[in-house]
């Protein structure tokens, strides 16, 4: 059975995948970005380089590779584990990303569903993340559950009865999904096995650490790292009502921003806002965030105290958007 170095846990950062201008990726910029989550986050996990926020599948295979290289590279020895996302619509070009991960040095890899042909049952969808994990038997493998998208409502509680017997490398999984039920029946029913069980969505954290989730993955830890920490420290030291104020304070953000429109085009002007990085437009389909958006979230982020650096604060617009 594959193991990691020790237990993915505690707050993980979802990439962003830095572009320019003209849409090409801008891997210059990965250093300083690895350098940004570990001394001004404290985030030292990543997981799924190529994945949602990293807009994976919106680029070419070997788009892919090189990224996932970048963050091999760029963060050894700072880094404690970069899992890479190798999920794709052809069982052959996941598992060309699988080996290729093991190749390079990931800690691990994390396959979403197949979302065109669709897999209708348990079985069938074990059977294709089954042949994923085969092409990197020496790495731990993930399924990222985010239904939202990929469409494939099969239940995450029913995935993990008697995954590891199938996969013998399975260590958790991400759960993307507001279903606190079945988010809660993953850890009570698993609760001999040491799975990591990753929450997906930032703004309901607290009510999934309640209910046993072992870390946390997500876009806004990119930029509000330092304030989610917060909340997993008083958390682990009892003090509730401290964490339950963290929680709400990071609800505030995320609540006004998804009422302006928030996915991967904010996240990515947001992240250039705080952290001075620039991390370009999205890749068609998606549109660039608009400067309204980033004027009212860069107020939103001051009101709350979320951009305490007086550089950050004053810094060029444009490179947002």
Known sequence: ????????????????????EHGEINFSVIGRYV??????????????????????????????RQVAEEWITKGRNKLDQVVIH???????????????????????????????LKPWNKD????????????APALPFYYYHIPALTGVKIRAEELLDGIQEKIPTFQGLKF??????????????????????????????LSALVMGATGAVGSTYNYLGKKTN??????????????????????????????LGFGVSQTKAIMTLVSGIPMGPPRPPLQRASRAFINEAK??????DFLSSPDLKDGNLESCI
């Open 176 to 205: 993307s999904d507001t279903d606190l039920l079945d988010f809660g029946q993953c850890v009570d029913q698993n609760r001999e096995q040491q799975f990591a069980f990753l929450f997906g969505v930032d703004e309901q954290l």
């Open 124 to 135: 069938v969808l074990i059977n294709f993340l089954k042949e994923v994990a085969a092409a």
């Open 299 to 304: 107020a939103r982020l001051e009101s709350l």
């Open 230 to 259: 917060q909340m997993l420290e008083a958390f682990e030291q009892k003090d509730f009502s401290s964490a339950l104020n963290h929680q709400f304070c990071i609800q505030r953000f995320i609540n006004f921003v998804l009422k």
């Open 86 to 116: 190798v999920g794709a619509l052809s069982l052959k070009e996941s598992q060309e990303l699988a080996r290729h991960a093991a190749e390079i040095g990931a800690d691990g890899i994390a396959v979403i569903a197949p979302f065109f």
């Open 35 to 64: 350098d940004y989550l570990v001394e001004e986050q404290g985030v030292k996990n990543i997981f799924a380089v190529n994945g949602t926020t990293g807009e994976g599948l919106s680029l070419s295979v070997s788009e892919r």
């Open 1 to 20: 059975m594959a193991s990691p170095k020790k237990k993915l846990q505690g707050l993980v950062a979802a990439t962003i995948t830095p572009m320019t």
